[in-house]
């Protein structure tokens, strides 16, 4: 009899739980189709690429050659176009400069159907805050990106990028051209944890490669979520390989900045070593995080700082090691332009053999280089938005709160109606002349408006230190049998990496 009604029960368990189950599934697609049917509404004005029946757009952005098909479609739909990611995701992608201005010149939030996938990893950082809290830590974290404490990092730069170039040196006696960009990438970790931790000169150890390691694993994971809605889910998705991958890599990544700010909190509750920390020649990044306060005196919680360190470690070693590799590939395509920058170092540095902050003001045609790298391969291709309120275009068009927003920036940097020639290399559209009369928002590498970069002082610094110090090493020539393929990554970076011939020019280049 027992065994009777225990099944009859777990019978009747089971019937509740499909029952309890199926009810939430509905509430869920329900609730997706009426999302679903005000974000098509909001863009019925907008046309826009075929769509497949269930990926949407999903299938071609996950392509090779992606970023290029979104250029393509510039030409068949002025302004933007509706991009739907899966059936229930969609986005008015933006790629004209009056376009980004409208929303961009706000200060709407980060869409959060894509930025709080990052949270698992760098948590409620600058990057993915909103509101009163943005701006608490956006004037806190302020002071730590003024001239007066970029300027020491000068020397870091330089240090850090002379250890690269001197395995270059190794590599290059090979005569064969080889991947750039991982050494690049480590040179720029190297130089992250000195600027951001006080690291000293010993280089990585292998607790910062597993922390490189992890980085590059997050970047990839992370696109490959946007890019697929069935893992827009988080539930479904941490059931998943790649699920699992992620939160083993967000561990590695949270064990290394942990570690690094209890070694620092823990050495301030020492006198002496607190007495040495004040006196150094620099702040560090930590440093001004952990003196930081507000106007009553709050200062940044543990999770807070370790939101914001995990938030500038990513978006500081990863934005500008796309960005240093593509400059460098941009200067091995055009030799003519690579020497005029090499000949304009050498005669600022004269007899010099080390670079000042004051210098990178007088590098004008590198950093017009530097710029037209940018355009032509933006270091972030695509950013998102979420109009918290209703938003009008110049042609009379407009959208409602709650829209989402696109800004490929890829496409906006190649639109021919904004850059004439636009695949043409030419770094004199950034002369003064020619900047003066161009759009706003035609060129925004740093993404724009109140809710820009709040690094870009910092990357462009390096940047500029290591092209100059990289030009005065080496001759640059791409490889035409592994020309690279782009490949949007979070950053964009190349599938098969940045291969190029370095000829070493001899120890009376570097001055």
């Known amino acids: 009899m027992v065994p009777v009604l225990l099944s009859l029960s777990l019978s009747h368990l089971s019937l509740w739980a499909f029952a309890l189950v199926s009810v939430l599934v509905f509430l869920k697609l329900t609730r997706l189709l009426l999302r679903r049917q005000m974000l098509a509404r909001a863009m019925d004005r907008f046309s826009g690429p075929p769509t497949h029946w269930l990926f949407g757009h999903a299938l071609e952005i996950q392509q090779t050659g992606s970023l290029d098909k979104v250029v393509s479609w510039t030409h068949e739909f002025p302004y933007a176009h509706q991009l739907w990611v899966g059936q229930f995701l969609g986005f008015l992608n933006i790629y004209d400069p009056d376009y980004a201005k409208a929303v961009y010149s706000r200060g709407d939030p980060k869409a959060p159907d894509f930025y709080d996938f990052f949270l698992q990893w760098i948590g409620k950082g600058l990057l993915v805050l909103q509101g009163p809290k943005w701006f608490q830590h956006r004037k806190l974290l302020t002071p730590g990106f003024h001239y007066d404490v970029l300027k020491p990092y000068v020397a870091l730069f330089a240090e850090s990028t002379r250890v690269m170039l001197d395995k270059w040196e190794k590599k290059a006696r090979e005569q064969k051209s080889f991947d750039i960009y991982s050494d690049v990438g480590h040179m720029a970790l190297d130089s992250l944890m000195k600027c951001t931790f006080g690291k000293g000169t010993s280089g990585l150890n292998d607790r910062d490669n597993n922390y490189y390691l992890s980085v590059k694993e997050l970047t990839l994971l992370m696109q490959q979520r946007i890019d697929s809605f069935q893992y827009h889910n988080d539930f479904i998705y941490f059931l998943t390989p790649h699920g699992r991958r992620f939160l083993r890599a967000c561990q590695v990544a949270h064990d290394h900045t942990d570690q690094v700010i209890r070694e620092r909190k823990a050495a301030l509750q020492d006198e002496k070593e607190r007495e040495r920390i004040q006196s150094k020649r620099h702040l560090d990044f930590l440093d001004i995080l952990l003196g930081a306060r507000d106007e009553e005196g709050i200062k940044l919680s543990d999770e807070d700082l370790r939101a914001e360190v995990d938030t500038f470690m990513f978006e500081g070693h990863d934005t500008t090691t796309s960005a240093i590799s593509w400059v460098l590939y941009c200067m091995s395509l055009y030799p003519e332009h690579q020497r005029r920058c090499r000949e304009e170092i050498q005669e600022i540095l004269g007899d010099r053999d080390t670079l000042k902050w004051d210098d990178l003001a007088e590098m004008t045609y590198l950093t017009m280089c530097i710029k037209e ?54 770094p004199l559209r950034f002369s003064p002349e020619n900047v003066a009369g161009r759009h706003s928002f035609a060129f925004i590498p740093f993404s724009a408006g109140p809710r820009n970069c709040i690094g870009q002082q910092f990357a462009m610094a390096e940047v500029k230190v290591v092209t100059a110090l990289c030009l005065l090493r080496f001759e640059f020539a791409p490889d035409p049998s592994r020309l690279p393929i782009k490949m949007p990554q979070l950053v964009l970076r190349s599938k098969n990496g940045i291969h190029l011939h370095l000829k070493p020019l001899g120890p009376g280049s570097e001055k």
């Open 373 to 426: 790298s940018f355009r032509l391969y933006p270091p972030v291709p695509q950013v998102y938005r979420q109009l918290s309120q209703p938003v009008n275009f110049v042609d009379g068009r407009s959208l409602p709160e709650g829209s989402l927003i696109s800004l490929h920036i890829y496409a906006l940097h190649r639109n021919s109606t904004v850059w004439p020639d636009p695949e043409v290399f030419d």
